[in-house]
């Protein structure tokens, strides 16, 4: 890579989640895309290789030694690909000629994260709604938002707020509202090794925080 390439890569750090509140933008260095990605990948792989060796694990088994790659190219091209903002949705908005102004929900939307504590998965749904206006967006990028997003360490106190603050911005409008149910693997299989409880949190913007029949009418319509 060259010199301005890198310094290209290295300023678009400053880019990521650039249009949320500092406090809502995911850590990342000034140096994040310094790297492509296929530079992340052997790098990644020859970390992970040497983890599994000091764990003991035969790295000339067949079943072994393409783990370290498949571990980087997970990382890089699946779990963590929200972190590279050129995978970041192009909301697009539709004029709203049939003058709908009712609620409308998406619900149970596949949710699939990474807690950045402890780099084990977090799986449940997200149910996102909105009030429109004079616009709105095809349903499709609403699950987009919430998959790039999640495709992060993450916690999920802040994917919640990103996924509102996203869809604020791009609706243009604060009337959204955001419930996240998830399972914890950090709390299932390692710690207290709870399997039944779930964690829900959710944000209301606009009316939807101030208008508690709607609220309900939201939590009715996703079956809370």
């Known amino acids: 890579m060259s010199a301005a390439t890198a310094a290209v890569d290295c300023s678009g750090a400053a880019a990521v989640d650039a249009q949320l509140a500092a406090d809502l933008r995911t850590p990342l260095r000034p140096d994040a895309f310094a790297l492509s990605d296929e530079a ?7 970390h992970f290789r040497e983890i599994m060796h000091v764990l003991g694990l035969d790295l ?3 079943s072994l030694n393409g783990t370290p790659r498949r571990v980087a190219k997970m990382y890089v091209q699946e779990w963590f690909r929200g972190l590279n903002p050129q995978h970041r949705p192009d909301v697009r908005l539709f004029e709203n000629r049939y003058q709908y102004q009712q609620m409308l929900v998406e619900r149970d939307i596949t949710l699939f994260s990474c807690c950045e504590h402890h780099f084990v998965p977090i799986i449940g749904k997200a149910h996102v709604a909105y009030l429109p206006g004079e616009h709105v967006v095809g349903l499709s990028k609403l699950n987009r938002v919430v998959q790039y997003y999640a495709r992060r360490p993450q916690v999920q106190e802040r994917l919640t707020r990103q996924i509102a603050e996203e869809l604020k911005n791009a609706l243009h409008t604060d ?5 996240i149910e998830a399972d914890h693997l950090c709390v299932m299989s390692r710690g207290v090794n709870d399997t039944s409880s779930s964690t829900l949190t959710a944000e209301y913007g606009g009316v939807f925080g101030q208008d508690q029949a709607l609220r309900q009418e939201f939590l009715r319509l996703i079956g809370k």
């Open 60 to 62: 000339t088994d067949d």
């Open 175 to 179: 009337n959204v509202a955001v419930l």
């Open 40 to 46: 992340k990948i052997d790098a990644i792989a020859g």
